[in-house]
Every structure is written in structure tokens, then in C-alpha cells.
Nanobody, 117 residues
Framework: QVQLVESGGGLVQPGGSLRLSCTAS????????MGWYRQAPGKQRELVAQ???????TYADSVEGRCTISRDNGLNTVYLQLNSLKPEDTAVYYC???????????WGQGTQVTVSS
């Protein structure tokens, strides 16, 4: 059973920063494209950022320039650095893994990010 465990969410003031982490329970990490999604109340889940096994990065327009995704294959961990946070960034953030060979995918349980003064 693969598990993805997120951490790093919380309450932050507008303009602040957070770093989210997601660690996989076993070594699927090096063969998986990794991503972060978010879902705000009443809205559909949307892609925030992705990083492939070859380190190609993709960002949503809404976070471009304020967000950095990175991965550490040795630690089976993907990170999402969020800067200049806005109230509209408030959402539950989910980690996602897609194994590039089988296309099997997995989700984390989510971590809440709240941007408010």
C-alpha cells in the first residue's frame, strides 16, 4: 500500500510563505511524476504544480512566479514552496503521484492552507 503524507500547512498572513512537504511510503517516488493540487470550498480540485522524474516543472498561471516545486528522490519527498500568499490561495492542498510505467496514481490526505489576516 502506497501512502503519501503531507505536512506543512497552516495559517499564514497575506504576503507570507509556507513550504509543504509530501513523503511517499515506499520507493515509487523515483519512478513517479509528482504534483500538488488544491481544492477550495465549493470549487473543483485544480493543479498547482507538477515535477516530472526528469525535473521538468509545470505551474498553474495563478501561482506562476510565487511557487516552486522540488523533489528529493533520496528522501522520497516533494516540496511546494509558496510565497506572497493571497487569501485566494486558501485551500486543502493534496499531493499526487503518478507512476510513469503503470500510470497508477495515488493521493495524499491533504493539508489545509489558510491565508488570512
Amino acid at each position: 500500500q502506497v501512502q503519501l503524507v503531507e505536512s506543512g500547512g497552516g495559517l499564514v498572513q497575506p504576503g507570507g510563505s509556507l513550504r509543504l512537504s509530501c513523503t511517499a511510503s515506499r520507493s515509487i517516488f523515483s519512478i513517479s511524476n509528482m504534483g500538488w493540487y488544491r481544492q477550495a470550498p465549493g470549487k473543483q480540485r485544480e493543479l498547482v504544480a507538477q515535477i516530472s522524474t526528469s525535473m521538468t516543472r509545470t505551474y498553474a498561471d495563478s501561482v506562476e512566479g510565487r511557487c516552486t516545486i522540488s523533489r528529493d528522490n533520496g528522501l522520497n519527498t516533494v516540496y511546494l514552496q509558496l510565497n506572497s500568499l493571497k487569501p485566494e490561495d486558501t485551500a486543502v492542498y493534496y499531493c499526487h503521484a503518478v507512476i510513469i510505467t503503470s500510470r497508477n496514481d495515488y493521493w495524499g490526505q491533504g493539508t489545509q492552507v489558510t491565508v488570512s489576516s
